[in-house]
Each structure stands twice: as C-alpha cells, then as structure tokens.
C-alpha cells in the first residue's frame, strides 16, 4: 500500500489544519477548497504540521532519542504494556459498523503498529487506525511498521480530524488536550490514556535523583475529570532485567532524564552492567460524560 492508499482510507475524517475544510488526496499533496496544500512524503506519510506551529526546525522528539526508543521497544520489555492496549482497547470497541482509532502522540510507531496487528487479527469489521505525531522523524520510522497505518506529521493540540470523528483516540506517555480530543471524540467513542504508575522505572529514577517519590498523575490527567467519565482502569506491573550498558542507555535515553542530568549522573548510569527496573504503567479507558 502506497502513501496515497493510506490517506485516501482516512481522508474523509481528516480537516484542513489551517480552516478545517475537507481535503482532498491528490498525486503528490492533500489539498482543500481554500488552496492550502499539503505535501505527501514518499516515505510514507502526510505532513500536516502548520508552519506556524512549528517551534524548531524538527519540533518533537529527536531522531537520537527515538532510535533509543525503538532499540529498547524492540527488546521486548514493553510488550506486556502492548498487549494489555490491545485487550482494552478490542474490549472497547462496538461490535458493529466501521471505526477509527487514533493515536495522538505515537512517537515511532511502536504500540500503534502492536495494536493494529492485534486488531486485523481478531476483528471482522474494518478498522483504520492513524498514527499522529508532532516529530517528523518520529513518523518517517513509523512508516517502516506498516504503510497501511495512516501516519501524520500534525499537531497534537489541535489534532487533524472533523469534529465527533474518532471512535476510539489514544494516548501513550504523550502530551494531551482534553477539549481537543472532546472535540474530535464520537459521542460514544472512548479515550485511552497511557501514563507512568506510581513505580515505574524506580531504580532508574534512583540512579538519578537523591530521593525517589511515587510518580504523581499528571495535570492533564487531572484535567480529564471535568469531560469523561472512567470507564476501565488497569495497571500492568512488572520487573524487567537489563543485562547490558547499551540496554540500559537505551532505556535511559528514551526518556525526558537523559536531557536533564548531569555528566557525573551520566557516568554513573553508563559504568552500570545490569539494572533490574519496575514497568509499572495505567491505563485508564474514560468515555465522554
């Protein structure tokens, strides 16, 4: 499947990010009826991202940081975390009619990918999923998963979709705008979110700061109460080992600490052999209210 193929499956529910009119899949750019254009990449996916919204040359995470990312996801020690998105997102689907699912804030690729394999898998009815992020380089690795996934460079604040679009919206370890995904939620669609529990990665976190508290649950977590209603809370808790420095870097530079310690902290970490580190993640399934 070619880029054309994949963002022809979703067009219908995606909106012009400048004036929010229909586009329209042309040979080599997405247009709508006011002019604005947008280019499809031929590595596999439509950039959607404003220029204005643009606040570096490669806004989002770095290509360094995500190569990180993908070694680590690739080893197998989130998989667990995967599987459990699969479960309850099937469990949230409608056992009818066709449906998107969107995930804001997909980084590489990684868990969209998971999830969408899980999906073609196990479901009759179709399902389109897209992937979403802010980082160019993100997406261009997300595009060697799966070019029937439909990958966008877009923000996430003001995501690229019609409004009440969406039957199922995601978001893993990844910023979110409660009234952006109420916006473009269906009435009965669901929201799953993704976020660090109170342990994880604690021995990590040791290695780095001088006392270790309980992850807290983020702002815009909070910020969820007043919109959805909990619908389905799980939380996935394991110990993983890792037996190398490389693993261990790679764990680490995925992370927002890699950008925030000193260079005696780094050493620290870098002269370790073997970690044992807490996965230790929710996911909270919440419906609109």
């Known amino acids: 499947m070619d880029v054309r193929d994949a963002v022809t499956?979703?067009?219908?529910?995606l909106a012009c990010p400048i004036c929010d009119?229909?586009?329209?899949?042309?040979a080599t750019a997405?247009?709508?009826?006011?002019?604005?254009?947008?280019?499809?990449?031929?590595?596999?996916?439509?950039?959607?991202?404003r220029p204005d919204k643009r606040h570096s040359p490669e806004p989002g995470d770095s290509a360094e940081m995500l190569r990180h990312r993908r070694s680590f996801l690739q080893g197998g020690y989130y998989d667990a975390v995967a599987?459990?998105?699969?479960?309850?997102?099937?469990?949230?689907?409608?056992?009818?009619?066709?449906?998107?699912?969107?995930?804001l804030g997909c980084g590489e690729g990684f868990f969209l990918a998971?999830?969408?394999?899980?999906?073609?898998?196990?479901?009759?009815?179709?399902?389109?999923?897209?992937?979403?992020?802010?980082s160019r380089a993100g997406i261009r690795m997300a595009t060697t998963y799966d070019r029937r996934i439909t990958w966008l460079?877009?923000?996430?604040?003001?995501?690229?979709?019609r409004p009440a679009s969406l039957g199922v919206v995601i978001s893993m370890f990844a910023p979110i705008a409660p009234e952006d995904v109420q916006r473009v939620l269906k009435p009965d669609g669901v929201l799953v979110t993704v976020t660090p529990g109170p342990?994880?990665?604690?021995?990590?976190?040791?290695?780095?700061?001088p006392t270790v508290a309980p992850h807290a649950v983020p702002p815009a977590q909070r910020a969820l109460a007043a919109q959805f209603d909990v619908s389905s809370a799980t939380r996935v808790r394991y110990?993983?080992?890792?037996?190398?420095?490389?693993?261990?870097?790679?764990?680490?530079?995925?992370?927002?600490?890699?950008?925030?310690?000193?260079?005696?902290?780094?050493?620290?970490?870098?002269?370790?052999?073997?970690?044992?580190?807490?996965?230790?993640v929710s996911l909270i399934v919440r419906r609109r209210r």
């Not at 997405?30 to 991202?49: E, I, K, M, V, W």
């Not at 998971?114 to 992020?133: K, Q, S």
């Open 153 to 161: 460079v877009a923000s996430l604040h003001h995501s690229p979709f």
């Open 9 to 13: 499956s979703a067009i219908a529910i």
């Open 199 to 209: 342990d994880h990665l604690d021995a990590l976190r040791a290695m780095i700061y």
């Open 239 to 280: 110990g993983i080992q890792l037996k190398s420095p490389a693993q261990i870097m790679s764990l680490l530079a995925m992370t927002p600490f890699y950008w925030n310690i000193s260079l005696e902290t780094m050493a620290r970490v870098e002269a370790l052999s073997h970690l044992e580190v807490t996965v230790d």
């Open 114 to 134: 998971r999830l969408h394999a899980g999906l073609v898998a196990t479901r009759e009815l179709p399902v389109n999923c897209i992937g979403v992020d802010i």
């Open 30 to 49: 997405a247009t709508c009826p006011n002019g604005h254009s947008f280019d499809l990449a031929r590595q596999g996916y439509l950039n959607l991202l």
């Open 21 to 26: 009119d229909t586009l329209t899949v042309g």
């Open 83 to 103: 599987a459990a998105l699969s479960d309850v997102v099937l469990a949230s689907l409608p056992d009818h009619g066709s449906i998107h699912v969107a995930d």
